[in-house]
């Protein structure tokens, strides 16, 4: 007989995106009621590149939660051409910052400030592999002569397999993989190098974006690829493996900044992700393996225990939201409207979910 309720221990998000400002405080009740931590992205603007500003910035957010919500940020750097190795030893050693993000600069939004030449970060790098502190990849190239669905793999020929063999201790995670590519590249390498997969990759192709007309609310970076590659990543998710582990890259825009001319790239599916996840596990026969992959391999990759509270899904259909205010405005999520089978049990600040 079909489950009627999962019980796991509380999951993490080790890739998320947070904003600022009343952006924040309308979407961070959303992941705190699920996760017990999550990896908070530094592309604000200005970028988190000091010690400091990532306090600061931990600081707004632990004001911004819901009363009697136990949520634990863990800060990131922002890595640029210029930032200093100590400054990033300071921040890992004082555990202000857990890890340091390396955006290729206008690879995505607020990454402006990115690096331009991974070989302009070389000292840092160096430092963080002995340090063993982990480098966060958004893994695609911005070399507007590689086709938008094929830099993906060009990063990893290009950037990410010289640097793995140059460095092969820096400890390494390539975010948001989108294509098999990716999987069987992460698959070769030693332990150190790990691979975070969201929701909607394992969720859409590329033709959601084109379904009936434009879809703005399915665009992300890296871009949803084409079939096979989303099979690849549910394979590699539901596997078991450690090496792969839940990281939403939930990243809300107003709707208002998704649908223009030339609209923001990112998909807020904080409201639903754990739900997403756990449709995505049942259809692949692995809902026993749901909490290795949110909840057990990301705490073993970065050294810390897993959480020791539990959480509860529900067999029970329920409507994602069709928006979220922020403000004056609104930010549309990921399955927006549509039902789910599973329900996270209790309110995103009731006590059920502590
Ligand atoms: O789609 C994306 N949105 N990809 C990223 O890498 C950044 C993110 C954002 O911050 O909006
Ligand atoms: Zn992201």
């Given at each position: ?20 400002g009343?952006?924040?405080k ?39 939660l ?9 800060m ?8 200093a ?25 607020n990454?402006?400030l ?12 160096e430092?963080?592999?002995r ?20 830099r993906?793999?060009a990063f ?38 790990a ?5 909607h ?10 379904q ?13 690829k084409?079939?096979?590659h ?11 493996e ?5 990281g939403?890259d939930s990243?809300p ?8 001319d030339?609209?923001c790239?990112?998909i ?6 754990l739900?997403?996840?756990a ?23 970065y050294?810390?225990p ?9 067999r ?10 922020v ?11 549509e039902?789910?089978g ?6 995103p ?6």
């Amino acid at each position: 007989m079909a489950r009627e309720s999962l019980t796991l221990r509380r999951p993490d998000d080790w890739h998320l995106h947070l904003r600022d400002g009343a952006m924040l405080k309308a979407v961070l009740p959303f992941s705190a009621r699920v996760f017990g931590r999550a990896i908070v992205m530094p592309n604000l603007a200005p970028p988190v590149t000091r010690v400091s500003a990532a306090e600061a910035y931990r600081k707004r957010i632990l004001k911004a939660l819901p009363r009697r919500t136990a949520f634990t940020p863990l800060m990131t750097a922002y890595l640029t051409d210029t930032i200093a190795a100590d400054e990033i030893e300071r921040g890992f050693a004082s555990r202000v910052w857990i890890a340091a993000k390396l955006y290729p600069a206008y690879a995505t939004t607020n990454s402006d400030l990115g690096v331009t030449d991974i070989a302009r970060i070389a000292k840092v790098l160096e430092r963080m592999a002995r340090l063993g502190m982990p480098l966060l990849v958004h893994g695609e190239v911005t070399d507007p002569k590689v086709d938008v669905f094929d830099r993906e793999a060009a990063f990893i020929e290009r950037v990410l397999a010289p640097l793995v063999r140059r460095l092969p201790e820096l400890k390494v995670v390539f975010e948001h993989v989108t294509t098999r590519d990716a999987v069987d590249f992460v698959r070769a390498q030693r332990p150190n190098v790990a691979a975070t997969i969201t929701p909607h990759h394992l969720t859409i192709s590329r033709n959601a974006l084109f379904q009936g007309g434009l879809r703005p609310h399915m665009y992300c970076l890296p871009v949803a690829k084409r079939e096979a590659h989303r099979l690849a990543l549910r394979q590699a998710a539901t596997s078991g493996e450690a090496k792969f582990f839940l990281g939403t890259d939930s990243a809300p825009h107003r709707i208002a900044d998704k649908e223009k001319d030339c609209g923001c790239a990112g998909i807020f599916c904080a409201p639903a992700a754990l739900e997403t996840y756990a449709r995505v596990f049942e259809e692949e026969n692995a809902l026993d393996r749901l909490e290795a992959f949110a909840a057990l391999n990301g705490p073993r990759f970065y050294g810390l225990p897993p959480n020791e509270t539990r959480v509860t899904l529900e067999r029970e259909k329920w409507k994602v939201p069709a928006k979220v205010k922020v403000g004056t405005g609104a930010v549309k999520p990921f399955l927006a409207g549509e039902e789910l089978g599973w329900q996270l049990l209790g309110k995103p600040d009731s006590p059920k979910n502590r």
